[in-house]
């Protein structure tokens, strides 16, 4: 509390001073930027987590780049057809350069793909995206790829956007450390990386001869600050130009900062509740008088009955500081493969009571609702939030929150034989992909270690029906075909089942110094191209 | 002396190697560091190659045994986060946690002598109550708020120091200083002063103590009537023998400086260890928290060597040697 506290008072005291030093750091081309988070490592191909991702991509290009709204877009490769069923043709750009001098061509893709499922350190690899479907890849000529799967891979230019490209340069064996130390950091990308010192800065220097969009600052300093106070501090104290995460307790006050700017857009990220939906009597789940019962979330009535018990724009108004939108599917507007037809559940307690009566609940029951407290934006505090609502329509409800580390281990699912130790839970999932395939196969698919569904699935949601409009989805070559058939998934699965609950999408909030403006990205990374002062 | 010495070292071998058990043992019950490391999107196969390449599909025994046979080669293992040794990360973040300890320690006593032996000298007097006063809001008030309140002052409001962050480093004796540079020394000072609050408070209020007790004691009588000056009784016959505590309890803050500096550093960016240990126990990074908290209890022994060390230096009377029962 004291850090609220003393946040009230020094934004005040701020703006009282109001003559805050205008740094003069925009005019030289350099920009210093506060993050909350730091990569693990500049390998591209070490850990597939965001704070890595968005490093990369300043070093590194893709054969296919995702813009601000994770929309496809040529990369490296200037264009992509599927010339049959099963075949995917990639022509690769000819004037591309990498930092060292050498050029790029397909044999740099032929490493990369065999480098990136491979590496022996990976904490999290790229193989589910460069050979996932059973890809094999096949150099034509210098610049032109040739990817085939055994089955119609619809997903083809998506999974390749994920890859960072590597200079075959680098050698066999090289892994991170040389990436960390700056001699094997040689990409495509925008900006060279000068040097990386881990938790203290991160430099980076443009890229004269990229071969896109020049960006503009010239030099970039990447400072990590964990601490949210102290990064909103040192924006205010001009040592950085721009930050990230700015919580949402100090949006409202930041907005009226003249010397101050935000940017604020929806992310991929959709924070929901997951249910058991697979034992038969759920952990935690008794009658009000302590004694056993059947599990009640297997019944769809039940699960109907607590989302409309949630009233989803209170939380946004007063737990999100209405930094929030509603959710009533996995992916927000404007996203390939959504439904029209989900709305986000309306808050009727009296139907939700209904609801419970027919499904045999009419004095409700007790539950404890798990979620942690340091992963998502306010969680513990949304967990309390929507205790108390489920306690007023009878379910009574114990918020029980705790940090990440514990949390995900004891949320955690191996498969109906070993279920997760919660049956009740608040979860957030973002779609790196930028559709509702991945959320699909592994929130809400039928546990199949095979194939790979269901790694997510905590609440074990099984329903046959969806699981083949699923898999149809995954074979149609044929966008809109594709899109339909997603949605409708999503229908079956999040609609008729409510196999999970959707709560709200987060919305990311940056801050910038007066004059400089950023583009809002859904996929949550902050990317020194996207901030410009005009 | 040196078997006083060599002693002390061998029991302090079996405090690390016990500790070793212990922490290995602990940071196994808690969490899963797969899980926490593993991108959202990975498969079961994915997850299960992970689990493997970082050794954690065998029992827990057979971890720690290969944990010991590597530790006694000097290896402690690699960190799960970054990959790399876990042992050349701590020594990499080890200097600017080392100097900001340093400087803080120094901060206390350059503030906290002279404060506690004018209090203890002029009890009654209205500058000697501010000091008393000062020193119970250094102990009460919380790290964090004050570290935050400094921020906004004197980095926010008055824009005189950087609010976070280290400053230009340069190289003296092959570790990366910055209280040789200029830039180095404005980041340095707000965070140190942090660091320094409860410490300065603690010696301001031993020391007084010290020279309450000390001043009505013969010896000083017995100088005073030998007509050594005012100012030599206090710098040598006082100082020296109320010298002991201070030097017992800055010792051992010493150490806790270097271990637990963790909110300060986290306040205010700072590199180092405490950052990195707060970090790891949040990412379940075990290989760095069992290598930190070995490295820390090393810290401890040694500081608590040089403290007895010290103690038959100022006092004479205090003979090095084991207590035999």
Same mark, same amino acid.
């Given at each position: 509390m004291y850090l609220r506290k003393s946040l009230k008072l020094g934004v005040a005291a701020a703006v009282l001073a109001a003559v805050m030093p205008l740094s003069a750091a925009n005019a030289d081309g350099k920009i210093t930027i506060g993050l909350g988070s730091e990569p693990t490592s500049i390998d591209p191909h070490f850990h597939n987590l965001g704070p890595n991702n968005q490093i990369a991509q300043h070093i590194f290009s893709r054969l296919v780049e995702q813009d601000e709204k994770q929309r496809l877009s040529p990369g490296l490769a200037e264009s992509w057809k599927a010339?049959?069923?099963?075949t995917w043709e990639f022509k690769l750009r000819k004037d591309v350069k990498f930092h060292d001098g050498s050029a790029f061509n397909a044999d740099d893709v032929m490493f990369t793909m065999k480098r990136a499922p491979a590496h022996?350190?990976?904490? @999290? @690899?790229f193989k589910l995206y460069s050979h996932g479907g059973g890809k094999v890849y096949k150099k034509i000529d210098d610049y032109t790829i040739q990817v085939t799967t055994p089955r119609p891979y619809p997903l083809m230019a998506t999974d390749l956007s994920t890859i960072h490209i590597v200079s075959n340069e680098i050698g066999d064996e090289t892994w991170e450390g040389e990436f960390n130390n700056g001699k094997a950091a040689i990409g495509t990308g925008p900006y060279k990386l000068v040097r990386w010192i881990k938790g203290e800065v991160l430099q980076l220097s443009r890229y004269d001869d990229y071969h896109g969009e020049k960006p503009e600052w010239s030099v970039v300093e990447i400072k990590p600050i964990k601490s949210a106070p102290s990064r909103l501090a040192a924006l205010l104290a001009g040592d950085v130009d721009f930050i990230d995460s700015v919580p949402t307790v100090d949006i409202a006050r930041l907005k009226k900062d003249p010397n101050l700017s935000l940017s604020q857009g929806v992310s991929n990220r959709v924070i929901y509740l997951h249910l058991d939906q697979h034992r038969d009597v759920a952990p935690y789940t008794t009658a009000k008088d302590g004694s056993e019962i059947k599990n009640?979330?297997?019944?769809v009535r039940v699960r109907r009955a607590i989302s409309k018990a949630i009233n989803r724009d209170l939380i946004i108004d007063r737990v999100m500081e209405g930094v929030a939108i509603k959710a009533g599917q996995l992916l927000p507007e404007g996203f390939f493969g959504r439904s029209d037809k989900l709305m986000p559940e309306e808050y009727d307690a009296a139907g939700a009571k209904k609801l419970l009566s027919e499904a045999g609940y009419p004095d409700g029951f007790k539950t404890t609702l798990f979620g942690p407290n340091d992963r998502y934006i306010n969680d513990a505090k949304i967990v309390e939030a929507i205790a108390q609502m489920l306690s007023r329509i009878g379910i009574d409800t114990t918020p029980e929150t705790m940090p990440k580390s514990v949390y995900f281990k004891r949320a955690k699912n191996r498969g109906p034989e070993k279920p997760p130790e919660f049956g009740f839970v608040l979860v957030g999932w973002g779609s790196g992909t930028g559709e509702p395939s991945s959320p699909l196969k592994s929130l809400l698919a039928t546990y199949n270690k095979d194939k790979g569904y269901g790694s997510s699935n905590r609440g074990l949601h099984a329903n046959p029906k969806m699981d083949a409009v699923l898999e149809e989805a995954l074979a149609s070559v044929d966008d809109d075909k594709r899109a339909k058939l997603l949605a409708k998934a999503t229908e079956i699965g999040?609609?008729?089942?409510?196999g999970i609950i959707p709560l709200h999408y987060q919305v990311n909030t940056w801050a910038a110094k007066k004059g400089l403006t950023y583009v809002a990205r859904t996929d949550e990374r902050t990317l020194a191209m996207g901030i410009s002062s005009k | 002396m040196t078997v006083f010495i060599i002693r002390r070292l061998m029991q302090s071998a079996i405090v690390v190697f016990v500790m070793s058990f212990l922490v290995f043992g602990g940071v196994n019950i808690v969490g899963d560091p797969v899980e926490m490391m593993v991108s959202d999107e990975a498969d079961q196969e994915e997850r299960e190659r992970v689990i493997k390449s970082m050794g954690l599909d065998k029992p827990w025994y057979i971890q720690y045994g290969k944990f010991v046979t590597n530790a006694l080669q000097g290896d402690l293992g690699n960190s799960f986060v970054y990959g790399e040794p876990a042992l050349q990360i701590i020594v990499q973040r080890m200097p600017a946690t080392f100097e900001l300890a340093f400087v803080s320690l120094l901060m206390s006593i350059i503030i906290g002598i002279p404060f506690g032996v004018w209090a203890g000298l002029f009890p009654e007097r209205f500058s000697s109550k501010l000091i008393m006063s000062g020193s119970i809001v250094g102990f009460s008030l919380p790290t964090f708020w004050v570290g935050l309140m400094m921020i906004m002052v004197f980095a926010v409001m008055l824009g005189w120091l950087p609010s976070t962050g280290r400053g230009d480093t340069v190289i003296v004796f092959g570790m990366e200083l910055s209280f040789f540079t200029p830039d180095g020394l404005s980041h340095i000072f707000l965070p140190a002063l942090n660091l320094a609050l409860f410490n300065t408070s603690l010696v301001i209020r031993l020391t007084r103590a010290g020279v309450r007790e000390a001043i009505h004691m013969d010896y000083i009588k017995f100088a005073r009537a030998k007509g050594l000056s005012y100012r030599r009784v206090i710098m040598v016959h006082l100082m020296k023998n109320i010298m002991i505590p201070v030097v017992t309890v800055l010792g051992l803050e010493f150490g806790g400086l270097i271990a637990f500096s963790v909110v300060t550093e986290t306040v205010f960016a700072w590199p180092g260890m405490g950052k990195l240990i707060i970090e790891s126990i949040q990412n379940l990074d075990r290989p760095i928290i069992v290598a930190y908290l070995m490295i820390i209890v090393l810290v401890f022994v040694v500081i608590n060597l040089v403290v007895d060390i010290l103690y038959s230096i100022l006092d004479p009377r205090v003979r090095l040697q084991d207590v035999s029962s």
């Open positions: 010339i049959n069923e099963t022996p350190n990976a904490r @999290s @690899s009640p979330f297997k019944d999040v609609g008729e089942d409510v | -």
